[in-house]
T-cell receptor
């Protein structure tokens, strides 16, 4: 079954701790994305990557880091520098990252900072 | 002004009704357009792409008006299962030469029995 998986589904962390969210896809897509969704707001782009070993900051990259060592994987680390990390995090992928591409989303990780 | 604007609703409609949502976008360089559906606490899922003058898929029709910079979604014969939040999305070419999705905040639909 092809798709995007994210783990864990729910994550709790203490203030001051770094945490890494997993995102894996077996769709053979080149482009991958991380978004954050807060209540009453649209999805906001954190980071994106169009090819392995390359990634770009999105609109709200401060306090986050990513890596793209393999085509299938695009983990996101939420660092202690992120001031308001509690949110719903969504990973997406698209075939090539071009104008007509459709993005497909994973089920999301709900992060709560205690 | 927001890059993509939608009426947040909620739109409460009876089963069988026809309902229409509009979405306006501010950047005329927007390349492609989509409607996604998002159920409560779930991920967005593609409902329809809208590329030119619009398209239809069963009970759903999407229209694009480039001159006025808006897209619409029409749902005919509403079902209870259509209750969800509908996200308007535009795909924009950035100054760095990459494409970026811009999301509206969504319009909430509740279909009532």
């Amino acid at each position: 079954d092809g798709g995007i998986t994210q783990s864990p589904k729910y994550l709790f962390r203490k203030e001051g701790q770094n945490v890494t969210l997993s995102c894996e896809q077996n769709l053979n897509h080149d482009a991958m994305y991380w978004y954050r969704q807060d209540p009453g707001q649209g999805l906001r782009l954190i980071y994106y990557s169009q090819i392995v070993n390359d990634f770009q900051k999105g609109d709200i990259a401060e306090g986050y880091s990513v890596s793209r060592e393999k085509k299938e994987s695009f983990p996101l680390t939420v660092t202690s520098a992120q001031k308001n990390p509690t949110a719903f995090y969504l990973c997406a992928s698209s075939p090539r990252g071009v104008a007509t591409d459709t993005q497909y989303f994973g089920p999301g990780t709900r992060l709560t900072v205690l | 002004r927001k890059e993509v604007e939608q009426d947040p609703g909620p739109f409460n409609v009876p089963e069988g009704a026809t309902v229409a949502f509009n979405c306006t976008y501010s950047n005329s360089a927007s390349q492609s357009f989509f409607w996604y559906r998002q159920d409560c606490r779930k991920e967005p899922k593609l409902l329809m792409s809208v590329y030119s003058s619009g398209n239809e898929d069963g009970r759903f029709t999407a229209q694009l008006n480039r001159a006025s910079q808006y897209i619409s979604l029409l749902i005919r014969d509403s079902k209870l299962s259509d209750s969800a939040t509908y996200l308007c999305v535009v795909n924009l070419l950035t100054t760095s030469g990459t494409y970026k999705y811009i999301f509206g905040t969504g319009t909430r639909l509740k279909v009532l029995a």
